[in-house]
Nanobody, 115 residues
């Protein structure tokens, strides 16, 4: 059974920072591409960033230069450092991976940015 558990969300003022974490179990974590998605109220879920098994990263244009995705393959953890947050970053953030053709999601962590 694959489990993904996010943490680290909260309320922050515009311009502030937060660091999200995702603890993974049930997979050989170091072999998997891991992703962060987000979903704002009334909007579709969108990809924020991804990191492959080699540490290569890709970012959505709207977070480039502000967010950094990273991973710790010893602790089976995925991270998202979010800087220069703005109100448009308000959303539930989800950790994701694909295992045996199935997508797995955590429960999400709420990030709210106030102006």
């Amino acid at each position: 059974q694959v489990w993904l558990v996010e943490s680290g969300g909260g309320l922050v003022q515009s311009g502030g920072s937060l660091k999200l974490s995702c603890a993974a179990s049930g997979i050989n974590f170091r072999l998997y591409t891991m992703r962060w998605y987000r979903q704002a109220p009334g909007k579709q879920r969108e990809l924020v960033a991804e990191i492959n098994q080699g540490g290569g990263t890709n970012y959505a244009d709207f977070v480039k230069g502000r967010f950094t995705i990273s991973r710790n393959n010893v602790w089976n953890k995925l991270y998202l450092q979010m800087d220069s947050l703005n109100v448009d970053d308000t959303a539930v953030y989800y950790c994701n991976t694909n295992h045996r053709s199935n997508d797995y999601w955590g429960q999400g962590t709420q990030v709210t940015v106030s102006s």
